[in-house]
């Protein structure tokens, strides 16, 4: 299985501009998390979709951010405008929910989003 | 709300030597799912073991093992025999059992140091 695929590895962006991170779970998950990972705030869920659907988004900062799961295998999460603090590695995760284990979460390579 | 707390912010070993990083946490569940994360320099996060609330019965996978205490909320890793790759940043994480609730909660991690 080739994990789960996050694209850009890397992206550097002016502030104002619009940055679309994207994620491909591993086949056959149902469930797909979004998490930021910052020097200030650590490790934090923003959102995630269960069978596409949001289950919890109370983790998105504002309304400049938004996801998406249009399908079984898709995923974007969108920041416009983007601004110097949204600056932080952004990882996808899957899993498969309503199995054993259930539980765990395989996490992607991260995405490194620098705004300046 | 859960919180999940890691104590020491780093921490160092001498290679072969046993280490033990420690994590509390909080809770009014029953029952839960608790993790320890691997994050090297690669930043790629590794499942490094899970532990379930409703087993009393400490987890262990090869040089790694818990020490799960439910009535203190305290679940901590020792790493026995370490080795120069066990050198990262680790996390301790909580999630619930519930569906809905699948988030994953994180600590604040602790940075591993392998002395040669």
């Known amino acids: 299985d080739a994990g789960v695929i996050q694209s850009p590895r890397h992206e550097v962006t002016e502030m104002g501009q619009e940055v679309t991170l994207r994620c491909k779970p591993i086949s056959g998950h149902n469930s797909l998390f979004w998490y930021r990972q910052t020097m200030m705030r650590g490790l934090e869920l923003l959102i995630y979709f269960n069978n596409n659907v949001p289950i919890d988004d109370s983790g998105m900062p504002e309304d400049r951010f938004s996801a998406k799961m249009p399908n079984a295998s898709f995923s974007t999460l969108k920041i416009q405008p983007s601004e110097p603090r949204d600056s932080a590695v952004y990882f996808c995760?899957?899993?498969?929910?309503?199995?054993?284990?259930?539980?765990?979460?395989?996490f992607g390579p991260g995405t490194r989003l620098t705004v300046t | 709300a859960q919180t999940v707390t890691q104590s020491q912010p780093e921490m160092s070993v001498q290679e072969a030597e046993t280490v033990t990083l420690s994590c509390t946490y909080d809770t009014s569940e029953s029952d839960y799912y608790l993790f320890w994360y691997k994050q090297p320099p690669s930043r790629q996060m590794i499942l490094v073991i899970r532990q379930e609330a409703y087993k009393q019965q400490n987890a262990t996978e090869n040089r790694f093992s818990v020490n799960f205490q439910k009535a203190a909320k305290s679940f901590s890793l020792k790493i026995s025999d370490s080795q120069l790759g066990d050198a990262a940043m680790y996390f301790c994480a909580y999630r619930a059992s519930n569906f809905g609730n699948e988030k994953l909660t994180f600590g604040t991690g602790t940075r591993l140091t392998i002395i040669p």
């Open positions: 995760a899957s899993s498969l929910s309503g199995t054993y284990p259930s539980y765990e979460q395989y």
